[in-house]
């Protein structure tokens, strides 16, 4: 389909190693003026779902500066976008984060997060034939780590004790492909 926007002007207003924010000046699909704020992401989201021989996966708990809040999370990161492969990025991020190497990997899901503001993408991989070694955390994070039965941790989101959406979307597909 072709794009309905026009974009009239594009001015970088902020811009760090993660992300990078732009002011826009657009016609709309309807002919009127408008603006846009479009948050770029430097980085794809990776997300895992660990899964063991047991029916047993991991969830990494931190506290989220940006919510103020606890969180339990599938295990997950970023990949710069063209300096690294998204499934090598997965490998690491699931050693740095539970200490976990996996032998059997499979891509379940692509997704965006908020289409809206952003263009940020990511995919998400279940892990199979799991291997037990060191955590690896970067220096800003303050990781926890559980191993408990998948099911259990599907009810974290039934119940809305997981609330990154990331989280939520891998765990439920990973419901799907496990069947």
């Known amino acids: 389909m072709k794009n309905p926007w026009t974009t009239l002007s594009n001015e970088e207003v902020y811009d760090n190693p993660w992300i990078q924010v732009t002011h826009r000046k657009v016609i709309t699909p309807t002919g009127t003026d408008g603006i846009y704020g479009l948050v770029h992401f430097k980085n794809q989201a990776i997300g895992i779902v660990p899964i063991d021989e047991e029916g047993y996966t991991w969830l990494v708990g931190q506290y989220r500066y940006t919510l103020e809040e606890y969180s339990w999370?599938?295990?997950?990161?970023?990949?710069?976008?063209?300096?690294?492969?998204?499934?090598?990025?997965?490998?690491?991020?699931?050693?740095?984060?539970?200490?976990?190497?996996?032998?059997?990997?499979?891509?379940?899901?692509?997704?965006?997060?908020?289409?809206?503001?952003?263009?940020?993408?990511?995919?998400?991989?279940?892990?199979?034939?799991?291997?037990?070694?060191?955590?690896?955390?970067?220096?800003?994070?303050?990781?926890?780590?559980?191993?408990?039965?998948?099911?259990?941790?599907?009810?974290?989101?039934?119940?809305?004790?997981?609330?990154?959406?990331?989280s939520i979307a891998g765990l439920m597909r990973a419901a799907v492909v496990l069947k």
């Open 73 to 166: 999370e599938i295990p997950e990161g970023g990949c710069p976008i063209g300096a690294e492969a998204p499934l090598e990025s997965a490998k690491r991020e699931l050693l740095e984060e539970t200490g976990l190497q996996a032998a059997q990997w499979e891509h379940i899901l692509d997704f965006h997060t908020s289409n809206s503001v952003t263009d940020e993408a990511g995919k998400i991989y279940i892990a199979r034939q799991l291997t037990q070694g060191q955590a690896q955390p970067e220096d800003t994070e303050d990781l926890k780590v559980k191993r408990l039965p998948f099911e259990e941790a599907l009810q974290m989101v039934y119940k809305g004790e997981i609330t990154d959406l990331m």
